[in-house]
């Protein structure tokens, strides 16, 4: 298979795999940290008129399904790549940072602190943190 395609296919299963992994852990994490009386989140407009009721843990889940839906679309895509793998992890971490912006501009009832924290902490740190432990494996698989 030619290589472009081959990296091409590993950042669309990458953010395939990394969105279902974010969805996945939103759907269940109302069941770990339960929702405050009285949130909606059916739709858009109810989630934004019933942001405030959001305490500090209830962000808990949201940052774990950015962070660890980016790490697996990082992982995904590295490990399906033919080359480049570091553009490609950054390209996928740039992919969801975009959709995190996305997000905090549909919804501007976000708190800023929220927000900083998320952009900051879950996005593209989590596609360089995937590099990291890439190459720790090369390293220590090929005895480098």
Sequence with gaps: MNSTLKNVLAVIIGIVVGSGINMGIVTIGPSIIPNPEGFDNTTMEALQETFHLMKPVHYIVPWLAHALGTLAAALVTVKVAFSNHFKLAMIV??????GGVYMIYSIPSTPIWFSII????????MGKFQIIEVARYIFISHNI
């Design 93 to 98: 971490g740039g992919f969801f940072f975009l």
């Design 118 to 125: 998320d952009l900051v902490s879950a996005y593209i740190p």
